[in-house]
């Protein structure tokens, strides 16, 4: 749950940064730091979403073809039948209010399809979160030859790729160095997913503490606050990337803080009910939740005339809420309910 809602409100970022970015100075303005929280400190969402991944897949006796089988429906069936009917909803709504958005000219079937091949190929307005389902994709190809190096592997092995892992982290992506040895093997997401499996199995104290895991999260955090202001200007916020160190550090405190707090939650409870159907939609509320956004501006930009700060929380309720409540409805009708992106 917690990984969809750190991205959606890295979503609303990208969609009201224009309002708040006029607030940046010393100090800067309240709506100016809400947005640059947003940017910053949920920027984690994809990462623990990998990390997660790996920390359940990886390690166990399964061979390729039950992992694929299992998997690859499970994201192609979603990101297919949602990208056909926001397509479809998105040549609509240009053909009714041109002036809200607009997509082909003229409305042809071949024109369709054409704009549909872009939604998925992530070319399209408000399509732009597709690209998680291509990473995903990819690395779900690697993890069978990862699972099975880690299955005859000691843990040492995993910290000797991470450590490699780590450095592509702070040179390529923190500091933007680029440096003689050839690393590409050892960067971007797979690492999540090793990193995940490592946590999830190491014994080192380090990683088995709440105190410490609160203290990377405390730390690293304020970092970021600290370099973004820093870094960030009137005319704009300074974006980290997703596999910035600092970010990778506040991600492993808060996967360790879910894994050591051992909460022994009643499942009677509305707060686990309302987690476990969050979690449970959280793949279709991916997929959904840009174009929900635009639906709710368009309609707060219309009738609703509200500060930045306000704004932005009622668009974040709408659009957690109205994604999670279409998927609930839709999860009721047969055949629609095994492709909407639920578990």
Not at 206 to 226: E, G, M, R, T
Not at 280 to 302: A, D, P, R, T
Request: net charge positive; hydrophobic share 50%; aromatic share 18%.
């Amino acid at each position: 749950m917690l990984a969809i809602i750190s991205v959606i409100l890295f979503h609303i970022f990208g969609s009201t940064n224009q309002m708040t970015v006029g607030g940046y100075g010393a100090p800067p303005s309240l709506s100016w730091f809400i947005n640059d929280v947003n940017v910053v400190c949920f920027r984690f969402g994809v990462d623990l979403f990998l990390m997660l991944s790996g920390a359940l897949s990886l390690g166990r006796n399964w061979d390729i073809k039950s992992f694929l089988g299992k998997r690859f429906p499970r994201i192609i069936g979603p990101f297919v039948f949602w990208g056909f009917i926001l397509s479809l909803v998105s040549v609509l709504i240009s053909y009714f209010y041109p002036n809200v958005l607009k997509t082909i000219d003229p409305y042809t079937i071949y024109n369709f399809l054409i704009y549909l091949v872009n939604s998925y190929l992530v070319n399209n307005e408000n399509f732009g979160p597709y690209w998680f389902f291509w990473m995903i994709l990819g690395t779900y190809l690697i993890m069978p030859i990862l699972n099975k190096w880690l299955l005859n592997s000691e843990l040492k092995e995993a910290e000797y790729f991470l450590a490699i892992w780590a450095i592509t982290c702070i040179f390529d992506f923190t500091f933007f160095i680029n440096i003689p040895i050839n690393l590409n093997y050892f960067t971007g997401p797979i690492g999540m997913v090793v990193l995940g499996y490592y946590l999830r199995h190491t014994k080192r104290k380090i990683f088995n503490n709440v105190n410490y895991s609160i203290i990377f999260i405390i730390i690293s955090a304020l970092l970021l606050l600290l370099v973004s202001h820093m870094l960030s200007t009137s005319s704009g916020y300074y974006i980290f990337n997703r596999y910035n160190i600092l970010i990778v550090i506040e991600v492993i405190g808060i996967f360790n803080l879910l894994k050591n707090l051992n909460l022994d939650l009643d499942s009677s409870s509305i707060f686990y009910k309302t987690t476990f159907s969050i979690a449970k939609y959280s793949y279709g509320i991916y997929l959904i939740h840009q174009f929900v956004i635009f639906i709710v501006m368009v309609i707060l930009n219309e009738f609703i005339s509200i500060g930045p700060v306000y704004y932005m929380l009622i668009l974040f309720v709408c659009t957690l809420c109205g994604s999670w409540g279409l998927l609930a409805m839709l999860n009721r009708i047969p055949y629609v309910n095994r492709v909407i992106g639920a578990k």
